[in-house]
């Protein structure tokens, strides 16, 4: 018999009250917050601690740590020649009231701000040669390191039937959307989430095994708005971009930006379609 997991209640950290969860962990870290610094996201709070180091605060479901688990920057900590936040400890808990455990990852600060102050860009970050190093070097190591883990992409477990189900009802005509390569990724490599000048990348929580290239088309997916900037994501992750894996993982980003929820005022929008265009006319049988 298969039981079946509470849902938990819809919350978003950005403007319910975080007061007294930043005191628990602050008691069970034995480390005092500087309040000012607070980043606050829909799923997590962030912010700086008096010994010079970093707290991400997480709010996990039990349906997703039934999908993948809820230590991932934990397991990333293994991960060898991948540019990231040394991980120092963590503290977790069950949530009272709810199906939902806390977790508390501390790690080493960074100096460095994220490249951009959300997902996307709408300006060239001009970054230099030896950030595009550090991202090649990074990808090519994270993929290379097998993991149990199953990536998450938006909180859904990154799967074969999460391709089509995304790519599909979008782009109908392509026959055949199998994905035949599969690697470990980040998952999550917004811009938001890769800092520079100095290339690292933060927030491990929904790494794991996803179809080869979902990184590279997240990131240049969300430079679309700056096509040199996006010319250059492609440039760069041609091998992974330009497999058929690649591909398809471009147009499921594409899909997400030109489907059901499209918005007019999408930067990305017009890119993203002329984009999803050239792809479908590559993933067409000869």
Not at 72 to 95: F, H, I, K, N, S
Not at 99 to 128: C, H, K, S, Y
Not at 168 to 192: C, K, N, Q, S, Y
Request: hydrophobic share 45%; with cysteine; glycine share 6%.
């Amino acid at each position: 018999m298969t039981l079946s997991v509470p849902s938990a209640r819809a919350v978003d950290l950005r403007v319910e009250s975080v007061d007294d969860l930043l005191d628990r962990v602050e008691r069970s870290l034995q480390v005092r917050f500087d309040r000012d610094t607070v980043i606050r996201k829909r799923r997590s709070v962030g912010v700086r601690t008096n010994r010079g180091t970093w707290v991400r605060v997480e709010r996990r479901t039990f349906k997703r740590i039934e999908a993948q688990g809820g230590n991932g920057p934990e397991a990333a900590a293994v991960l060898r020649g991948v540019a990231m936040p040394r991980w120092c400890g963590a503290v977790t808990w069950r949530d009272e009231a709810e199906p939902v455990m806390w977790r508390a990852d501390e790690t080493e600060l960074v100096d460095d701000p994220p490249v951009g102050e959300a997902a996307l860009v709408i300006e060239d970050p001009r970054l230099p040669d030896t950030w595009w190093d550090g991202l090649n070097a990074s990808l090519d190591a994270l993929a290379a390191q097998p993991t149990p883990r199953v990536a998450t992409s938006d909180t859904e477990s990154m799967t074969q039937d999460l391709v089509e189900a995304t790519i599909r009802p979008v782009f109908p005509g392509i026959p055949d959307l199998m994905v035949d390569e599969w690697a470990a990724a980040h998952a999550d490599l917004t811009w938001a989430n890769v800092m520079g000048p100095e290339f690292c990348i933060i927030d491990w929580e929904d790494w794991g095994m996803a179809p080869r290239g979902l990184d590279a088309a997240t990131l240049w997916g969300n430079a679309l708005a700056v096509p040199a900037l996006a010319d250059r994501v492609w440039a760069e992750r041609r091998p992974d971009l330009e497999s058929r894996s690649g591909r398809l993982m471009a147009l499921f980003f594409c899909a997400k930006v030109v489907g059901p929820y499209a918005h007019d005022a999408d930067p990305r929008l017009e890119p993203a379609r002329k984009a999803a265009a050239h792809l479908v006319a590559g993933l067409q049988p000869v």
